[in-house]
């Protein structure tokens, strides 16, 4: 999750959602959250990612490759079916790992 401290979404985001919440869900086993503050970049490790500019931002990461992104958060139900939709696109071979 990429995210800044002063984004009123990327709060909305952990009242609604929140990172206990996802760590639960069978979403967030198959994907843990790394929350990244970006207010001074991304990190050496995250410098693969391109175009990012809105936060939150979602990014689905494999093997330093991006599987595909959430850009920005609008309400809980959305966000869990985009979730869905976005680990739905990891090879089965990761998805079966990260069970």
């Not at 909305?12 to 760590?23: A, I, P, Y």
């Not at 490790?45 to 850009?71: C, H, K, M, S, Y």
């Not at 985009?82 to 089965?92: D, F, K, M, S, Y």
Request: glycine letters at 6%.
């Amino acid at each position: 999750m990429l995210e800044r401290h002063d984004c009123p979404w990327c709060r909305r985001w952990h009242r609604e959602v929140g990172q206990q919440s996802w760590d639960r869900s069978n979403l967030g086993q198959r994907a843990p959250l790394r929350r990244v503050d970006v207010a001074s970049g991304l990190p050496a490790n995250l410098g693969f990612l391109r175009n990012w500019r809105f936060t939150p931002t979602f990014v689905l990461v494999q093997d330093e490759a991006e599987i595909g992104r959430i850009i920005g958060y609008q309400a809980d139900l959305f966000f869990w079916q985009q979730a869905e939709a976005l680990i739905a696109r990891l090879p089965q071979t990761a998805r079966e790992e990260r069970r």
